[in-house]
């Protein structure tokens, strides 16, 4: 694959061609963990720090040394950012809202235990509150939307000391005598053309234990759900794709490392039909066969595109799961979310998947703006409908919905009466808070409601029957005794009989479970 045609910005200084590269700096690459707490569970053990792992591979092409430190993965992670970061011109944190507790305890440690290493912070959260990423204590820099060039250009500028750079690179933040600069976007790349993922710099035993292989092969979404980071993003972030040849020269890659299953991240796999159809030829001339998982939305569920006949096909090309994400019961809320799709296509999507043998999954949320209690119902609803067709695991919800900013939803928050986080610090704060308990949300018209069906969720949604074989499946996969799977039985129908209790009722005041639970968190996480 060739990455030659890339305008980088090199100061005009020669960064050498690709056998006989000259040392452009070391940076440490972190991906902190979500929230707090570790619970180091053989999928984190085993987990992949994909969005590093892409930075990391571009930036080694171009001759920097990059090391990763996965705190998901890696129970000594602090031990191992302590010997390696002293000897890194950069420090480089991801950071997703979820992270960023986590990433401000680590840049604390960086810069009051290690050194004054500059720190750059990047991913979700700082593209989308980029002043408020800068204006953090122990961040030096930010970037903004895709990291690769930027960093790259940022890593050489710190290697040669020239800060009289950094107004040049695009995408950058940085602070200069107490004052603060942003500088503009750059236009957008092809990824196509970007270098090979690099394996050896991730964890070798990690690797070795990978039966699924996570790609991500576009970036960016054309769509315009309201709720969604991408509507924000893609003012930042084009949407671009890998060709079908290079996703297929990394497929052979993988399953010459030994992979045989492809988890591919991208919000939207399906996006194209054609690119489907070209995927598929490709898969079937792969030396080995494969299963694969890609996001989807659900009203390409119809004749002209993923239809039954089609659905089979991809089945038997290693298509095994999908993830739709369906948010509401309501065809109000669905319109207002600007969604795109309707409760139909979310019983059709299910229904022709179950008879392909494809497993779907489905996320759903509560407590938007406009959001009334009919609508609630209507999601409660068409869930327990899903649930009928498909096991429990495969819906993510109802979760509760976090306002982003840019959106029409983010505003009609603001206009509720809402005060949205300042600082990053703030978001920090309201994220180890547990939920619903964490702030206020004065957009939401029934909050006693809201959090009863929010604190049960799949309780009241799913049938009691689904419930107890969920519980039982769990179990027997983590090796509980017997006495303990049934004390889980036990406690999950007592929760869904009180659950279904309250909904039935309509009565959701003196919510005391849900603080008792809230007590029982913190005692837990102290
Ligand atoms: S289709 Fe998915 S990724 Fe794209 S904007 Fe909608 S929710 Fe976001």
Known sequence: MSSENLEINTFGLNTGSNENKMDVGHVVLVHPLEYTKNTFTEEAKQSIPISIWYLGSYLTHYGAKVTLINFESDKNA?????????????????????????????????????????????????????????????????????????LFELLHAIKEKKPEYYSTISRLSYKKNGEIFYNSDRTPVDHSNYPDLNYSILDQKVLKAQESLPLITSRGC??????????????????????????????????????????????????????TDEFLKGIKKLPKKITWFGNCRAEYFHQNYLSREFLKDLRSYGLTRVSIGAESGSEKMLTYLQKGNKPEHFMRSAEWCAEADIAPSYSFMIGMPKEEDPDIHETIKIIYKLCEI???????????????????????????????????????????????HAYNRPWIKNPKMVRIIWFYSLLICAPFGKIVKLIRTYSRLTKHPKHKEWLLVFLALGGAILGKLRYKLNFYAFPVETKIFASLRSINSM
């Open 78 to 150: 602090i031990n191992h950012l302590r010997e390696i970061a002293p000897t890194a011109d950069l420090i480089g944190l991801t950071m997703m809202t979820s992270q960023i507790t986590h990433s401000l305890t680590v840049a604390k440690i960086i810069k009051e235990e290690i050194g004054d290493i500059p720190i750059v912070a990047g991913g979700v959260h700082p593209t989308l509150y980029p002043k408020e990423t800068i204006e953090t204590p122990y961040v030096d820099f930010g970037i903004y939307g895709e990291g690769e060039i930027a």
């Open 390 to 436: 498909l096991p429990l695991p495969k819906i993510l919800g109802p979760m509760l919905y976090l306002p982003l900013p840019g959106s029409g939803m983010f505003n009609d928050c603001v206009n509720a009466g809402w005060q949205p986080p300042k600082t990053i610090q703030d978001w920090a704060d309201m994220n180890s808070g547990y939920g619903f």
């Open 222 to 275: 054309p769509y315009n759900c309201q709720f969604c980071c991408n509507v924000v993003i893609a003012e930042k972030q084009t949407f671009s794709s890998w060709t079908t040849e290079k996703i297929m020269y990394e497929m052979r890659r993988g399953i010459e490392l030994g992979v045989t299953d492809f988890f591919i991240w991208d919000d939207n796999f399906f996006q194209k039909k054609s690119k």
